[in-house]
């Protein structure tokens, strides 16, 4: 176990102690918890102005909130439809005293695996995370207990992060945060429902993660089905494609993410021509690009590490592959482009949220992000930063109890974070519109898409 | 905390029970064991309650087991715990060689009566006495933190995070099955139940999946629709693949999930699936699931429910902490009655249950359930 000591911040031991109500437990939705019934702080001035609970009157979105003619069955009417509310914890707890001889209130993180796939991306989360850590310690008046962060690095095998997660429970964390990986993140949420510590996942884009009604788990994180929805749309809708290929990595997180893409493209009435597999790493798909390129596509979609697609959309260009190249956010990364080199002109991918954007609360966050770390915060760390605040602003409201803590990230409507507003969905996960990026002259252009903000927002 | 009232008391309780239940709404003043009659179900007239001040070692009970010998076990947040004959609680704890403090699971080897543990880190064998730890590191289990055990012939089953291991007692041999050499589309294995010849494994986001033994193949029930989001048709299949309990008895295989209830009956091969609001289950959020002849005991977050399909008898705790019980049985209007005493808690977690008593373990104590008797009076417990 590393534990981190990291300056502080947060709240006074005699922190309020008392039982929320059914409604602030999430019975349904536009369920807001006031101070009064969870005997929790109230939202401070700045927090109220980004921390929305609830929309009276409304039901949440399904299907992610993609538009319904990606649905399944979306001509038929089902016989029972999930996630129209949020699944409540109703279990005890609420009233529990604080633990004993409480010295700091610690946060555990889950890092990936070192020399895994993911490590440099962990790596990036872990700086969102210290960030937000120590900015909240800084702020700490006398007399308030610190945060702590509670840190293990990932085990590159099935289930490690079941025992990960095991034991931080053992080890007295109030929540915790990380994991990209969709595997590790799915063993961990099952057991935080028997551990009952509730998990802030910021990177992990498995729509199936936040799908298994375990109401301990917020994911700030767009998905999969987000990215992908929009990926269609433009594929198809807008530009027009009608033969659409699939060359995806053979890992879950690519196999995940081209099952969806592939229902989307067909039931827009383009089944995939073609979806054929590589290994991470390989650099040898000869077989792989002539059968792609005698399917004559005139759209194909790329899944997998950026350093590979990269790699490969230069072989495609260079074999004379006429067809429109997409990909998914993780070619906004360097390897994409080293790789890439002038092969990535027109490729068009997802990106979760405008870097380039002027708004305030960015800029800001990316100078204060420079100053500590010497260079620019990516999505990982913004959403790792964003995902560390609420779990800190419900830390410090909440107090040293873990299902009052539950109750305000996870029955969490809206969010204003670094990477703009949230909206979390029934199922608990950020639902917020996505947009697409394409490269011109080796530079990311970032397409013009409204300003999303809850129509609550207004009145703030 | 509720805790376990005098026998005189309980005298007094159970005479109350009897005659002064009120009906709440509709129904008649059929007295709440009724729900007994003309069903298999057996009706709760009164609960127990044990909490921390009586013994227990943790609030949280997590799983309940009787033993072949009549003796109580429960695995708790804080070690493994015995009702001794004199009503005592007595808890095993890590230094008595128990893996973890969390005990998820509780299962017997009914011909030595060894006990088998289900852990949050590791598998431990209680045998004369003895604890004896099992763990990825010292024997072939496929992962520490273990959800569900069921002893089954020679074989030892453990539902662990990373597959489902198989211990071969006879030459303490050790087999792994995931998604590499099975038909668990995800290797996350939840709980294990012995069905006829076969065993069920209840396989998170891969619905159930059947193993023959004799011939070593796999067949998997799925969710037809395959959507988490919708259940598309009504008894066509499991309600959904996430699985959070199996249990089988007398042909009747159920898989309890968070979205609902699902019954396969394997003379028939056919499915009947629940959801509340559209059937009298309690809730779809159901922790477990314990089968004994045709009938299904449910742990619910709103409950403990008992059910043969047709008939079901639901209880609850409503906001004053009063005992509530709902019975519905077909072509009649839903009995919903207060009852003297309540469940220890409504967040249920596992049941026991046979034709004499039940045994709820709940996260804020357990219960026991006292079932009415032939004249409809409270049956006598017989809990050493």
Same mark, same amino acid.
């Not at chain 2, 699902?262 to 009947?272: F, K, L, N, V």
């Not at chain 2, 409503?318 to 409504?346: H, S």
């Given at each position: 176990?590393?534990?981190?000591?990291?300056?502080?911040?947060?709240?006074?031991?005699?922190?309020?102690?008392?039982?929320?109500?059914?409604?602030?437990?999430?019975?349904?939705?536009?369920?807001?918890?006031?101070?009064?019934?969870?005997?929790?702080?109230?939202?401070?001035?700045?927090?109220?102005?980004?921390?929305?609970?609830?929309?009276?009157?409304?039901?949440?979105?399904?299907?992610?909130?993609?538009?319904?003619?990606?649905?399944?069955?979306?001509?038929?009417?089902?016989?029972e439809?999930f996630?129209?509310t949020?699944t409540?914890?109703?279990?005890?707890?609420?009233?529990?005293?604080?633990?004993?001889?409480?010295?700091?209130?610690?946060?555990?993180?889950?890092?990936?695996?070192?020399?895994?796939?993911?490590?440099?991306?962990?790596?990036?989360?872990?700086?969102?995370?210290?960030?937000?850590?120590?900015?909240?310690?800084?702020?700490?008046?006398?007399?308030?207990?610190?945060?702590?962060?509670?840190?293990?690095?990932?085990?590159?095998?099935?289930?490690?992060?079941?025992?990960?997660?095991?034991?931080?429970?053992?080890?007295?964390?109030?929540?915790?945060?990380?994991?990209?990986?969709?595997?590790?993140?799915?063993?961990?949420?099952?057991?935080?429902?028997?551990?009952?510590?509730?998990?802030?996942?910021?990177?992990?884009?498995?729509?199936?993660?936040?799908?298994?009604?375990?109401?301990?788990?917020?994911?700030?994180?767009?998905?999969?089905?987000?990215?992908?929805?929009?990926?269609?749309?433009?594929?198809?809708?807008?530009?027009?494609?009608?033969?659409? +290929? &699939?060359? /995806? !990595? @053979?890992?879950?997180?690519? #196999?995940?993410?081209?099952?969806?893409?592939?229902?989307?493209?067909? $039931?827009?009435?383009?089944?995939?021509?073609?979806?054929?597999?590589?290994?991470?790493?390989?650099?040898?798909?000869?077989?792989?690009?002539?059968?792609?390129?005698?399917?004559?596509?005139?759209?194909?979609?790329?899944?997998?590490?950026?350093?590979?697609?990269?790699?490969?959309?230069?072989?495609?260009?260079?074999?004379?592959?006429?067809?429109?190249?997409?990909?998914?956010?993780?070619?906004?990364?360097?390897?994409?482009?080293?790789?890439?080199?002038?092969?990535?002109?027109?490729?068009?991918?997802?990106?979760?949220?405008?870097?380039?954007?002027?708004?305030?609360?960015?800029?800001?966050?990316?100078?204060?992000?420079?100053?500590?770390?010497?260079?620019?915060?990516?999505?990982?760390?913004?959403?790792?930063?964003?995902?560390?605040?609420?779990?800190?602003? +419900? &830390?410090? /409201? !909440? @107090?040293?109890?873990?299902? #009052?803590?539950?109750?305000?990230?996870?029955?969490?409507?809206?969010? $204003?974070?670094?990477?703009?507003?949230?909206?979390?969905?029934?199922?608990?996960?950020?639902?917020?519109?996505?947009?697409?990026?394409?490269?011109?002259?080796?530079?990311?252009?970032?397409?013009?898409?409204?300003?999303?903000?809850?129509?609550?927002?207004?009145?703030? | 905390?509720?805790?376990?009232?005098?026998?005189?008391?309980?005298?007094?309780?159970?005479?109350?029970?009897?005659?002064?239940?009120?009906?709440?709404?509709?129904?008649?003043?059929?007295?709440?064991?009724?729900?007994?009659?003309?069903?298999?179900?057996?009706?709760?007239?009164?609960?127990?309650?044990?909490?921390?001040?009586?013994?227990?070692?943790?609030?949280?009970?997590?799983?309940?087991?009787?033993?072949?010998?009549?003796?109580?076990?429960?695995?708790?947040?804080?070690?493994?715990?015995?009702?001794?004959?004199?009503?005592?609680?007595?808890?095993?704890?890590?230094?008595?060689?128990?893996?973890?403090?969390?005990?998820?699971?509780?299962?017997?080897?009914?011909?030595?009566?060894?006990?088998?543990?289900?852990?949050?880190?590791?598998?431990?064998?209680?045998?004369?006495?003895?604890?004896?730890?099992?763990?990825?590191?010292?024997?072939?289990?496929?992962?520490?933190?273990?959800?569900?055990?069921?002893?089954?012939?020679?074989?030892?089953?453990?539902?662990?995070?990373?597959?489902?291991?198989?211990?071969?007692?006879?030459?303490?041999?050790?087999?792994?099955?995931?998604?590499?050499?099975?038909?668990?589309?995800?290797?996350?294995?939840?709980?294990?139940?012995?069905?006829?010849?076969?065993?069920?494994?209840?396989?998170?986001?891969?619905?159930?999946?059947?193993?023959?033994?004799?011939?070593?193949?796999?067949?998997?029930?799925?969710?037809?629709?395959?959507?988490?989001?919708?259940q598309?048709?009504?008894?066509?299949?499991?309600v959904?693949?996430?699985?959070?309990?199996?249990?089988?008895?007398?042909?009747?295989?159920?898989?309890?999930t968070y979205f609902g209830l699902?019954?396969?009956?394997?003379?028939?091969?056919?499915?009947?699936t629940w959801v509340q609001d559209k059937s009298p289950l309690l809730s779809n959020f159901i922790?477990?699931?314990?089968?004994?002849?045709?009938?299904?005991?449910l742990?619910t977050d709103r409950?403990?429910s008992?059910?043969?399909?047709?008939?079901w008898?639901n209880?609850?705790?409503?906001?004053?902490?009063?005992?509530?019980?709902?019975?519905?049985?077909?072509?009649?209007?839903?009995?919903?009655?207060?009852?003297?005493?309540?469940?220890?808690?409504?967040?249920?977690?596992?049941?026991?249950?046979?034709?004499?008593?039940?045994?709820?373990?709940?996260?804020?104590?357990?219960?026991?359930?006292?079932?009415?008797?032939?004249?409809?009076?409270?049956?006598?417990?017989?809990?050493?």
């Open positions: 176990m590393k534990i981190i000591n990291l300056c502080l911040m947060a709240l006074t031991a005699a922190t309020p102690i008392g039982a929320v109500s059914a409604a602030a437990a999430g019975e349904a939705p536009g369920s807001t918890p006031t101070s009064s019934e969870t005997q929790s702080l109230p939202l401070s001035a700045a927090e109220s102005s980004r921390f929305i609970y609830g929309t009276p009157g409304e039901e949440y979105p399904t299907n992610g909130g993609i538009p319904k003619e990606f649905w399944p069955f979306s001509s038929i009417k089902p016989y439809k996630f129209v949020r409540p914890f109703r279990g005890p707890g609420r009233d529990y005293p604080p633990p004993p001889n409480l010295k700091s209130l610690r946060i555990g993180l889950i890092d990936s695996p070192k020399y895994g796939a993911n490590w440099d991306r962990s790596e990036r989360t872990r700086a969102g995370i210290v960030q937000a850590i120590e900015e909240a310690n800084r702020q700490r008046l006398p007399g308030e207990l610190p945060f702590e962060l509670v840190e293990h690095e990932g085990v590159a095998q099935w289930g490690g992060a079941a025992n990960l997660a095991a034991l931080l429970a053992d080890e007295n964390v109030l929540g915790y945060l990380g994991m990209i990986d969709g595997t590790d993140a799915h063993v961990a949420l099952r057991v935080t429902l028997k551990t009952e510590i509730v998990m802030v996942n910021t990177s992990d884009p498995d729509p199936s993660l936040t799908e298994t009604r375990i109401p301990w788990l917020l994911r700030v994180l767009p998905d999969q089905r987000q990215e992908e929805a929009k990926l269609v749309d433009s594929i198809v809708n807008r530009c027009g494609c009608r033969r659409i +290929a &699939i060359l /995806r !990595a @053979g890992d879950r997180f690519a #196999r995940v993410g081209s099952h969806m893409f592939g229902d989307f493209v067909r $039931r827009l009435g383009c089944p995939a021509v073609q979806e054929l597999l590589f290994s991470p790493g390989a650099t040898d798909i000869s077989y792989q690009l002539a059968a792609i390129k005698e399917a004559q596509p005139d759209a194909i979609f790329f899944l997998g590490e950026p350093a590979d697609i990269g790699l490969f959309v230069r072989k495609f260009r260079d074999a004379g592959v006429k067809a429109r190249f997409f990909g998914t956010d993780l070619l906004l990364e360097d390897e994409f482009l080293k790789n890439a080199g002038a092969a990535s002109e027109g490729m068009m991918f997802t990106c979760l949220f405008d870097p380039a954007t002027k708004d305030p609360l960015w800029v800001d966050f990316v100078s204060r992000f420079k100053t500590r770390w010497g260079h620019e915060p990516d999505v990982y760390a913004a959403y790792a930063y964003d995902g560390a605040q609420i779990m800190l602003s +419900a &830390i410090r /409201r !909440a @107090g040293p109890n873990r299902w #009052r803590i539950r109750d305000l990230v996870c029955n969490l409507d809206y969010y $204003r974070g670094v990477t703009g507003w949230m909206r979390f969905d029934g199922t608990g996960s950020n639902i917020a519109p996505v947009r697409m990026v394409r490269y011109e002259q080796g530079r990311p252009v970032f397409e013009a898409e409204p300003e999303f903000a809850p129509p609550v927002a207004r009145h703030l | 905390m509720k805790t376990q009232n005098s026998p005189s008391k309980r005298a007094i309780a159970a005479a109350l029970s009897l005659l002064a239940l009120l009906p709440l709404t509709r129904g008649s003043a059929r007295p709440a064991t009724a729900g007994a009659e003309g069903s298999p179900i057996s009706t709760i007239v009164r609960f127990e309650n044990f909490g921390e001040k009586d013994g227990l070692p943790s609030h949280k009970v997590h799983s309940v087991l009787r033993a072949k010998d009549g003796r109580l076990w429960l695995g708790t947040n804080n070690g493994l715990c015995l009702r001794e004959a004199d009503g005592r609680f007595r808890t095993y704890g890590t230094k008595d060689g128990l893996s973890h403090p969390t005990v998820l699971g509780i299962a017997e080897d009914t011909r030595t009566g060894d006990l088998w543990l289900a852990t949050m880190q590791g598998l431990t064998r209680m045998s004369g006495g003895k604890l004896t730890a099992f763990t990825q590191t010292n024997s072939g289990l496929p992962n520490n933190v273990v959800y569900g055990v069921s002893v089954i012939g020679d074989t030892v089953w453990a539902a662990t995070a990373a597959g489902t291991g198989a211990l071969d007692l006879k030459n303490n041999s050790w087999k792994i099955y995931d998604q590499s050499n099975s038909a668990m589309n995800e290797p996350w294995c939840y709980s294990v139940a012995q069905g006829d010849g076969v065993v069920y494994l209840g396989v998170w986001a891969g619905g159930v999946v059947e193993f023959d033994p004799r011939t070593g193949l796999f067949k998997a029930y799925r969710d037809p629709d395959g959507d988490f989001q919708i598309l048709t009504p008894d066509s299949g499991p959904v693949d996430v699985t959070s309990g199996v249990a089988y008895d007398a042909g009747i295989l159920w898989q309890s699902s019954r396969y009956d394997t003379s028939r091969a056919t499915w009947r922790n477990t699931v314990f089968a004994h002849g045709k009938v299904a005991w742990a409950g403990a008992v059910t043969d399909g047709t008939n008898v209880y609850s705790v409503d906001e004053n902490g009063r005992g509530i019980v709902r019975t519905y049985r077909p072509g009649e209007e839903t009995q919903v009655r207060t009852m003297t005493t309540a469940l220890a808690d409504g967040f249920v977690t596992a049941i026991w249950a046979d034709d004499h008593e039940a045994w709820i373990a709940t996260s804020n104590g357990l219960s026991h359930g006292i079932f009415a008797g032939p004249s409809g009076s409270p049956a006598v417990a017989s809990n050493p």
